[in-house]
């Protein structure tokens, strides 16, 4: 089937959008909650309430037998990578403006198209390398290197960036092998257990309107979770990553809105090159989708 690959990858995207979404909302309230809980507690109710569409993904593809791996190694490294990351994003929102966080997670992308090449063996073309260089470049712009003091936790942030973007290789990879639950059960269990060990210390018992907040929290980011899992399995790692820069806009209204954070200037120059990089790559998976359709099978 020719058409298979191009429409795969515009459905991946579609996922992906839908999931950053999510995830931006489910960062806010990180961010929001952080000064009360500490960033284990938070973990909990992540990667616990998370649990819960995974559960029904299970129970619709035959029961607990499904999520046995055929790789545990891998999807023992790509938990534990996953897991530095979470920690590492959720220690850093509080402590830093969302806008600048982002700014400095958005070398995402470069990271991933880096490691897909070694890793997955993906070809990567120059228009998405282009496309990528230029989203990269507008990152660069918004960050203004020469004037935001990089301290301590600017640097966790960059760690945990590139934890993510290893994460995000090493799912695609181990989706060759495991279904999507699989990988999600494996890695909202041991983050729930991991989670809960290292909360106790510092455990604060939330008041009933908090329940709400971290319940609502943990359920955004489990079925964020699952799109952004099926969005790896449909398309490279490669198409995917630039589409990381569009929470920026969510992340600019948040920190305005919420916490009344102003972006810099800069952001105002860096914010069309790194949209219109990931908007130039679903142009060019629609242009290939509707040459594919229009082409017979041989």
């Known amino acids: 089937m020719p058409h298979a690959p191009s429409q795969t990858a515009l459905h991946g995207i579609y996922f992906k959008l839908s999931a950053m979404v ?36 299970i129970w619709h593809a035959g029961g607990l037998r499904v999520v046995r791996s055929t790789r545990p190694g891998l999807q023992a490294l790509r938990v534990g990578i996953g897991f530095c990351s ?15 966080a982002y700014a400095i997670s958005f070398s995402a992308p470069l990271f991933m198209v880096a490691l897909s090449v070694p890793i997955l063996r993906e070809p990567v073309g120059w228009r998405r390398w282009t496309a990528v260089g230029v989203g990269f470049a507008g990152v660069l712009i918004m960050l203004d290197p020469f004037a935001i003091e990089f301290h301590l936790v600017s640097l966790v942030i960059l760690a945990a960036t590139f934890c993510y973007s290893l994460s995000t290789v090493l799912v695609r990879k181990v989706s060759r092998h495991d279904p999507d639950v699989v990988t999600l059960f494996w890695f909202a269990i041991v983050g729930s257990v991991v989670s809960i060990a290292c909360a106790i210390p510092e455990w604060k018992w939330p008041p009933l309107l908090d329940w709400v907040w971290l319940l609502t929290l943990g359920l955004l ?31 600019m209204a948040y920190g305005y809105l919420w916490f009344k954070e102003e972006p810099s200037w800069t952001v105002w120059y860096g914010l069309p090159l790194v949209t219109g990089s990931g908007l130039y790559i679903l142009h060019r998976e629609r242009v290939r989708a509707r040459a594919l359709r229009k082409t017979p099978i041989s």
């Open 221 to 251: 980011g489990g079925c964020a979770q699952v799109l952004i899992t099926r969005a790896w399995r449909l398309a490279p790692a490669a198409i995917l990553a630039p589409f990381d820069y569009v929470a920026i806009v969510l992340a």
């Open 86 to 100: 979470m920690f590492g994003f959720f220690y850093a929102f509080p402590r830093m403006p969302l806008v600048d």
């Open 22 to 57: 999510l995830f931006c909302t489910m960062d806010a309230m990180v961010k929001g909650l952080g000064g009360t809980y500490g960033s284990f507690q938070l973990m909990v109710f992540r990667s616990a309430v998370a649990l819960v569409p995974v559960a029904v993904l």
